[in-house]
């Protein structure tokens, strides 16, 4: 599914695979791709609006919180 991790700044992301505390207070997560034989890593995450996070999960994370997973109604089951 997708995780939801919130940074330092209070910054609200959302990413597709469990994020990794990164340096400077910033949640990360990348993925390798090749285009035309060049290799890189690619950074995969959509900053939400303020206040999506408690919406989502029904409660507020801070940076000191562990990522948590969107789980659908059937997954919660």
């Given amino acids: 599914m997708a995780w939801l991790a919130v940074n330092k700044d209070g910054t609200e992301w959302i990413m ?3 994020p990794v505390r990164g340096w400077c207070g910033h949640w990360e997560y990348s993925e390798e791709v090749y285009i035309e ?13 303020k206040g999506s996070v408690y919406k989502l999960l029904g409660k507020e994370l801070t940076w000191d919180d562990e990522p948590v997973e969107l789980q659908t109604e059937t997954e919660r089951r």
Avoid: D
Avoid at 37 to 49: A, D, K, N, W
């Fill in 16 to 18: 597709p695979e469990k």
């Fill in 37 to 49: 034989s060049e290799q890189g890593y690619v950074p995969i995450e959509i900053e939400l609006p």
